[in-house]
């Protein structure tokens, strides 16, 4: 199982991101799918989620309207699109799998730096 999160970086307030999660060796298409953040000293956090069929989403309270989550079943891949980017939303970001049985899959994390 491998969950190979991309395109994090350094970004100015108010600017954007897409993050994009490469996943194999598990049922992706079968399996809602998520991001996470974890920012310095804090727990790591859910900030968005979409179901298998990418028919349902939801997000984190202080992401709504400026995230948005989407996947590409045909690609396995789950992306993050991030727009006016705050410095609070600094943190590393994780790619999560969660499959029909319970099980859970990570990514490594990408590093997101939003700084003037």
């Known amino acids: 199982v491998q969950l190979a999160e991309s395109g994090g970086g350094l970004v100015q307030p108010g600017g954007s991101l897409r993050l994009s999660c490469a996943a194999s060796g598990f049922t992706f298409s079968s399996s809602a799918m998520s991001w996470y953040r974890q920012a310095p000293g804090k727990g790591r956090d859910m900030v968005a989620r979409?179901?298998?069929?990418?028919?349902?989403?939801n997000y984190a309270d202080s992401v709504k309207g400026r995230f948005t989550i989407s996947r590409d079943n045909a690609k396995r891949t789950v992306y993050l699109q991030m727009n006016s980017l705050k410095p609070e939303d600094t943190a590393v970001y994780y790619c999560?799998?969660?499959?029909?049985?319970?099980?859970?899959?990570w990514g490594q994390g990408t590093q997101v730096t939003v700084s003037s």
């Open positions: 979409i179901t298998s069929a990418g028919g349902s989403t």
């Open positions: 999560n799998g969660r499959a029909p049985w319970g099980t859970m899959y």
